[in-house]
Nanobody, 111 residues
């Protein structure tokens, strides 16, 4: 399984970013996909998940601001992040089935 994230960067508070995660080596259309994040000196935490059927789940801290989606034809999962806050600063990781991980992409939100 290979997961490759992209789309991170530096943005001002209130701004938006869209992360992408391209997957290979799995039956993508039925795979449960998710995003986690890890801030400095903190544990990795779940952010959002989308199961094969399309059902989504979000951490309370991002509900109403982040949207996870998938494009099965492109074998890609997205995380649209709006109204970003400085506390959203972290390395964001894509996961497939909770067992395979990407290399991470840095998101930095300045105040």
């Amino acid at each position: 399984v290979q997961l490759v994230e992209s789309g991170g960067g530096l943005v001002q508070a209130g701004g938006s970013l869209r992360l992408s995660c391209a997957a290979s080596g799995i039956i993508f259309s039925s795979a449960d996909m998710g995003w986690y994040r890890q801030a400095p000196a903190k544990q990795r935490e779940p952010v959002a998940a989308i199961i094969g059927s399309g059902t989504t789940r979000y951490a309370d801290s991002v509900k109403g601001r982040f949207t996870i989606s998938r494009d099965n034809a492109k074998r890609t999962v997205y995380l649209q992040m709006n109204s970003l806050k400085p506390e959203d600063t972290a390395v964001y990781y894509c996961t497939a089935e909770g067992s395979s991980w990407g290399q991470g992409t840095q998101v930095t939100v300045s105040s």
